[in-house]
């Protein structure tokens, strides 16, 4: 079973991802945690340079990165994984493009169509978790042990992350669009909730759709 977890960076995708893998190996369900952009050597610098380079990379140029990142994850190590039977938690996939580079970037979104197509093989999650937070609030939580200003710039952030505000309300308005039309496979959950009502909501789902 492939899970993946969305939303905008601060919602809770790391914590509601570690927490789910807890409660999964409490239950002897084996499981495999992963990350995009990265999970492989070649993923992983391609993650460096998306995320913790300072260059200027073109809107084109950042899709194909992404891009290629996942088609190495998905080829290497995702499909190998669910075909041993394994459940695989990624921490953003495809949807993170659509958001991020179509409504965000504002790239076309059937060009962004053909390209996650031939970069996931077609792989389509069987669930995804969106953790919908308004990018001011996502701020707060980012810079909560510090006493910086509150803005989407600066060195603390990373290449992404110094997109800026509207960008941020453009992909969330992206995401909310997006679990819309995939409403079979979406979840959307508030991330203002406590760690543990999020938490006991997404075992409640898995447990409806898939007796998990
Ligand atoms: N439901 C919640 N309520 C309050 N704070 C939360 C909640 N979930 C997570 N947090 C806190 O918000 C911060 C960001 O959470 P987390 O790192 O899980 O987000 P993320 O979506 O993985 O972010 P990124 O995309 O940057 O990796 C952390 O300090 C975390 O402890
Ligand atoms: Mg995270």
């Known amino acids: 079973m492939l899970i993946t977890f969305e939303g905008i960076d601060g919602a809770g ?3 509601q991802i570690n927490e789910l893998a807890d409660a999964l190996s409490a239950r002897d369900i084996e499981t ?9 050597a070649v993923a992983e610098q391609i993650r460096h340079l998306l ?5 200027e990379i073109s809107p084109i140029g950042e ?5 290629a990142s996942r088609a190495e994850l ?3 190590v995702i499909m190998p994984a669910l075909a041993s039977g394994k459940t695989v938690i990624l921490d953003r996939f495809f949807d993170s493009t659509t958001a991020y580079q179509g ?3 504002g790239l076309d979104k059937e060009l962004l169509r053909s390209i996650i ?8 999650p069987d669930i995804t978790f969106y953790l919908d937070l308004a990018p001011e609030e996502a701020l707060k939580r980012k810079f909560a042990k510090t006493s910086l200003p509150l803005a989407f710039e600066g060195d603390e952030l990373d290449r992404m992350e110094r997109s800026g505000l509207e960008f941020y309300h453009n992909v969330r308005q992206g995401y909310l669009e997006i679990a819309r039309i995939n409403s079979e496979r979406f979840v959307c959950l508030n991330a203002l909730d406590s ?4 938490h006991d909501r997404i075992i409640a789902l898995l447990g409806e759709r898939f007796g998990a």
């Open 74 to 76: 998905v080829q290497g």
């Open 13 to 15: 995708k790391s914590t």
């Open 117 to 124: 197509a031939i970069s996931t093989c077609g792989l389509t």
């Open 51 to 55: 995320l913790e380079s300072s260059h």
């Open 195 to 198: 760690i543990t009502v999020i």
């Open 32 to 40: 495999v945690i992963l990350r995009e952009p990265g999970g492989t």
């Open 63 to 67: 899709l194909l990165l992404f891009s």
């Open 103 to 105: 409504y965000g970037r």
